[in-house]
Each structure stands twice: as structure tokens, then as C-alpha cells.
């Protein structure tokens, strides 16, 4: 089986063929700023990336003859994880989001390749809008302003299914009680089930700890005032949310590379910062070990930040009393795209109808 997938991001696609699970093609397609300013939305950027995706392919000497084409899934309404067909009423709704983001465009991108290619599938798996939230953890104080999820659900269970696999002794991930942490330009922290995530924050636009560059939880009076102080416009308002927030808002920067290197340098501001932010982390993690009654079999750490032996090591020394903790640097959601697309292929998995 020959698999094309698709993940697009701010400022990269992320491109990977493979054959089976083999993979014969791995790219980033880096997107400058420039490129982009060009497009007004980010729905607009669909021909550009798509165009780029299938000239990458053909640059490397490989024919466009897939037997599926799964795409990182979008921001759609909140729906049960698994794998699902790109149909009519998914691209509808991707059309015009009620969320912005450039995985919107993974869907639409996979459909189209596909829709060209005899007999082939397009296809996507576990999007960041899964929702297999306990009823009790949508309640909020407000009647009209339940919880919703938005986090990094296809990493986090193929972080999962991995760490079964190396270290469950013969247990699956739905067999096993995890606290997943994927540590990235968002951060998310799931409590993970016996395979059901119940619990995990919005790490897209105002929930849990801030990060490089989201601002997590804020104090919501202070956010009102904010709002009706007439010094910003919605939108600049709401990259102080998400964008404009967090490390970068902080410090100028969301390297955490280089932030510690400024720590070791004696930048006082820059120690304070980080700390707080793997402080945050921290207090995460423990409400999600709360959500499991405190049964969690180990504490998994990914993602890019996931890289940083700074974070990773101060963050284990305050959680590490809850659970044992592992490590899983960067991010197997290209393998993860693959894994659900062959599934599919050889009927081991049912593609869900999304409605």
C-alpha cells in the first residue's frame, strides 16, 4: 500500500510517502513569511500549498498513484477519535471554519490529490477537535461557556500506542491510564483512559498552561476590562491569546533553545519565564493524574520542547511522585497518518462517515 500524508502547519507542510509503513519520502515545506502575506485567510493558501505538495512529489521522481491521501484533519465540530472519509459535508465546513488554522487546509488538500487518482482514498484521523470529555469535565461556572477540546489528539495517542508497545508488557494503550503531555508551540495535557482521552485542555485559544506562543488560562475579569479598554482590535486581541502571547510575548522569542542559553548567561527574566511556564506544566499534569483518581501508569512527555533537558528534567523532579516519567522527544504524527490510513486499506479499521 502507498500512502501520501499530508500535515500542514503555520509555516510549514509537512509532507511523507510511504510504502506500508516504510517510508520512502519525508519533507518539510518551509513557508516564509513573505509567501504567505500574499493570502489574505488562510483557506487562501489552498492552491499554493497543494500545488507545492504535488511538485515536491514529482521532484523527487515519484508518480501521484497513492491508495490513499490522509490529511491532518481540521477544525471541525467536535467529534468521537478514529479514522474518517473526507466527504462533502467535512469540505463544506472547512470552507469556512469557525476556527482559523492551517490544518484546515489538510483535508482539502488530501481530497483533492485523491479525487484524481483512481481508486484512491482520502482520509483523516484523530483531528484536533476529538471530544471524549467525562460529562463532568465540560461544566463551567458559566451555563453558556462549556468546555470544549482543541489539543494535539493524533500525537498524544500515537505517543501512547507507543509507549504500550515498548513498555506495556503486553498491555495496549486502550488497556493503560496515561497522563500525555505534548509540549509544543501549543501545549496540551490529556488524561488518558484505557484509550479514551476524558480529559484535556483547549490549548488552541484560552486553556491550561501558556506556551511558546498560546496564553493559556487568564484571569477572565482582566480579560473583560482588556476587551472594552479600546486600545485593540479583535483581532490583535486575539493573537494576545494565540500568537502574539506566551514565551514570545514574554521574551521576544519562542525558542526555548535559546531562552535557556540567555539562562545561562544570568538573564534572570528570561529563568523566571520558563520556570513559570514549566510550573504550569506541572500543576497540569496533576490535575489530569486528579481525573484518573490518581491511578496513571507513567507520564509521557513529547513534542518539540520535549527536546529541552531544562524543561523535561524540572518538570519530572515536580511530577515524578505521580508516576514514572518517559520521554518521546518531536512528534510521530506523519507515521501516525500513515499507521490509520493502512489500517483502513487492510480492514482492520472502519472509516467513520463524518455527519
Not at 472547512?94 to 482539502?108: D, F, S, Y
Not at 485523491?114 to 458559566?142: F, H, K, N, Q, Y
Not at 508551540?185 to 501558556?210: M, Q, T, W, Y
Request: one cysteine or more; aromatic letters at 6%.
Amino acid at each position: 500500500m502507498r500512502i501520501l500524508t499530508i500535515n500542514p502547519g503555520s509555516t510549514s507542510t509537512k509532507i511523507a510517502v510511504y510504502d506500508d509503513l516504510k517510508p520512502v519520502l519525508v519533507q518539510t515545506i518551509r513557508h516564509t513569511v513573505a509567501e504567505l502575506a500574499q493570502f489574505p485567510q488562510i483557506n487562501d493558501q489552498f492552491e499554493f500549498r497543494k500545488n507545492l505538495v504535488i511538485e515536491a512529489i514529482r521532484d523527487n521522481d515519484m508518480p501521484l498513484q497513492f491508495d490513499a491521501v490522509v490529511g491532518r484533519g481540521g477544525l471541525l465540530k467536535p467529534i468521537p477519535g478514529g479514522v474518517y472519509e473526507v466527504n462533502d459535508v467535512m469540505l463544506k465546513e472547512l470552507e469556512h471554519p469557525m476556527r482559523k488554522h492551517a490544518c484546515n487546509l489538510g483535508c482539502r488538500i488530501a481530497y483533492d490529490i485523491a479525487s484524481g487518482i483512481p481508486g484512491c482514498r482520502a482520509l483523516t484521523a484523530d483531528p484536533g477537535v476529538v471530544d471524549e470529555l467525562d460529562d463532568v469535565a465540560r461544566v463551567t461556572g458559566s451555563p453558556i461557556m462549556p468546555r470544549i477540546t482543541t489539543w494535539h489528539a493524533l500525537n498524544q495517542r500515537a505517543i501512547g500506542r507507543r509507549f504500550a508497545a515498548e513498555y506495556g508488557k503486553g498491555r495496549k494503550y486502550r488497556d493503560m491510564n496515561l497522563v500525555i503531555c505534548h509540549l509544543g508551540g501549543g501545549i496540551s495535557i490529556g488524561a488518558h483512559r484505557k484509550g479514551r482521552c476524558i480529559d484535556v485542555n483547549n490549548a488552541l485559544d484560552g486553556e491550561g498552561p501558556f506556551s511558546p506562543e498560546r496564553a493559556g488560562t487568564l484571569p477572565s475579569g482582566a480579560l473583560i476590562d482588556l476587551c472594552y479598554s479600546n486600545r485593540y482590535t479583535i483581532d490583535e486581541l486575539k493573537k494576545r491569546i494565540s500568537g502574539k502571547a506566551g514565551l514570545s510575548a514574554h521574551l521576544g522569542t519562542t525558542d526555548v533553545a535559546e531562552i535557556v542559553k540567555s539562562i545561562e548567561k544570568g538573564d534572570k527574566k528570561a529563568e523566571l519565564v520558563l520556570n513559570a511556564m514549566i510550573y504550569q506544566i506541572s500543576k497540569s499534569v496533576g490535575g489530569a493524574a486528579v481525573a484518573l483518581y490518581g491511578k496513571v501508569d507513567a507520564i509521557l512527555l513529547t513534542g518539540g520542547i520535549a527536546y529541552s533537558d531544562y524543561v523535561t528534567s524540572r518538570i519530572r523532579e515536580r511530577v515524578r511522585f505521580l508516576a514514572p516519567v518517559y520521554i518521546y522527544p518531536g512528534e510521530d504524527e506523519m507515521l501516525a497518518l500513515a499507521m490509520n490510513g493502512i489500517g483502513v486499506l487492510k480492514g482492520e479499521v472502519t472509516a467513520k462517515e463524518y455527519k
